[in-house]
């Protein structure tokens, strides 16, 4: 599957991105959000970033999954999220190229 990287400004908090696209004539949308995770909010304090950011999404929103991890700064680490139904389609999409 071809990929297209759109930059975003980083803002603080959660930005929620809504993409429709046009392809060999098939409009679809799809949604996407992009949050900052701190790591200040980690619940037990760890040294293993890997397990403090397993433990603030294990109650994220179980209507979008994990999308992509960004790269992790000092302060926080930005994930991008994708609705569930938009990932099952995506899915299908790449079973049928």
């Known amino acids: ?9 980083l803002g603080s908090g959660k930005q929620e991105v809504e993409i429709e696209v046009t392809i060999n004539g098939e ?8 949050e900052l995770f701190y790591w200040a909010d980690c ?12 433990q603030m999404l ?3 929103d179980q209507d979008w999954t994990l999308y992509y ?3 992790p700064t000092e302060t926080f680490v930005p994930i ?6 938009d990932w099952v389609k ?6 049928f190229a």
């Open 58 to 60: 294990s109650n994220y």
């Open 27 to 34: 409009r679809q949308q799809l949604h996407y959000k992009v």
């Open 69 to 71: 991890i960004g790269s």
């Open 80 to 85: 991008t999220f994708v609705k569930k139904d």
């Open 90 to 95: 995506q899915k299908e999409m790449m079973q």
């Open 43 to 54: 619940e037990v304090p760890t040294i293993d970033r890997a397990e403090c950011i397993r």
């Open 1 to 9: 599957m071809a990929h297209i990287a759109i930059p975003l400004p």
